[in-house]
């Protein structure tokens, strides 16, 4: 599975220590562990950008359905992109598949790259047991990135002997179509490390904006928030959530009413940041908890992935 030569990694690791304090790291080839929605996307836009790219899951099984998810939805991008050119289409999903390689052990791929991305299950201690075991298995330059939505970058960073070397990269959903990336710099993260994911993130055609290391960074902070203030207006029976929804899409120019965003999102996901946030700041108003929010995840009504949340989608 390993798709770098022994010759590379003897150069990278005897130059690596010279280069990694001389100048910024040119990221080409991507380790991204977790092949579920976030990290099958991140590979995907990885690859197709040109980089070298290896996927790493628990099983052959989920990797094969990445695999699949990807490659369907690199058809989508091809018959935009080459409408008038099917063989270039063709070649374009070839050629990106062809620049990601699988494996189930990320430990025995990640001496040969230059960019860890987590994509995990959002679990702080599941996070830094993988950290700390990569941490011994990663050359020196390699940079160490998450993209967690909720947890602490700095808590990640310290159950590693990197910490200079270890940010957080905030992806959104769907990856190939959304343009932001949120780069966040923790206090130890070197101007280096937080430079070299910057040009990442424009090789990968996205924008990157800064954050430090604060809940939510930037999105999640104003959004969940505001989604929440629309459950507890419908919550004081102020107004019905199909009202809210379309006075925010035809009166704020918003793409989706909040409760669609609810729905689509997924509802667990979003009581697991919510509940988080709550904990490290109890007397927040706006991180309280929301009833009808914990009814709706109580009942397995998880939005859309679910079939049913606000909405129901059978
Ligand atoms: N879903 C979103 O909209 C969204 C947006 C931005 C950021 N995120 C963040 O991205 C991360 C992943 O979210 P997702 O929605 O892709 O989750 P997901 O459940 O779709 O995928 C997670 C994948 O990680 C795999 N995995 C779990 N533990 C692993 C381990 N130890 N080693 C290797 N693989 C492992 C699982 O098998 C699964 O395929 C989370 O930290 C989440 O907070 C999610």
């Known amino acids: 599975m390993a798709f770098v030569t022994r010759q590379f990694v003897r150069s990278m690791s005897s130059s690596s220590t010279a280069a990694a304090s001389a100048k910024k790291i040119l990221v080409k080839h991507v380790t991204v562990i977790g092949g579920g929605l976030m990290g099958a996307g991140i590979a995907q836009v990885a690859a197709a950008t040109g980089h070298t790219v290896v996927l790493v899951d ?11 998810g990807i490659e369907e939805s690199l058809r989508k991008v091809a018959k935009k992109k080459f409408a008038e050119n099917p063989k270039g289409a063709d070649e ?8 990601i390689s699988t494996s189930t052990d990320a430990a025995s791929v990640v001496h040969s790259t230059d960019l860890v991305v987590e994509a995990i299950v959002e679990n702080l201690q599941v996070k830094n047991e993988l950290f700390k075991r990569l941490d011994k298995f990663a050359a020196e330059h390699t940079i160490f990135a998450s993209n967690t939505s909720s947890l602490q970058i700095t808590s990640l960073a310290n159950s590693t002997t990197r910490q200079d070397r270890f940010a957080g990269l905030h992806f959104f959903n769907p990856v190939p179509l959304m343009k932001l990336v949120e780069v966040i710099k923790t206090p130890m993260t070197s101007q280096k490390t937080f430079e070299s994911l910057l040009d990442f993130s424009r090789a990968l055609g996205k924008h990157p904006v800064a954050c430090k290391d604060t809940p939510g960074f930037i ?11 629309a459950i507890r207006l419908c919550e004081r029976g102020e ?6 929804d379309m006075a925010m899409k ?3 120019g918003y793409p989706m009413g909040p409760f669609e965003l609810l729905d689509y999102v997924g509802l667990d996901t979003t009581k697991f940041i919510l509940d ?4 490290l700041d109890s007397k927040n108003p706006l991180f309280q908890p929301c009833p009808s929010l914990n009814k709706l995840v109580a009942e397995k009504k998880f939005g859309k992935k679910s079939g049913e949340g606000f909405y129901k989608y059978k």
Not at 219 to 229: A, K, T
Not at 239 to 244: L, R, W
Not at 276 to 279: A, S
């Open 58 to 68: 628990q099983t052959e099984d989920i990797l094969a359905k990445s695999r699949k």
């Open 92 to 99: 374009f999903v070839a050629k990106t598949l062809s620049s």
């Open 219 to 229: 999105v999640n902070r104003l959004l969940v928030p505001y989604l929440m203030e």
């Open 239 to 244: 107004a019905s959530k199909e009202d809210i």
């Open 250 to 252: 035809l009166g704020a």
């Open 276 to 279: 988080g946030w709550h904990e």
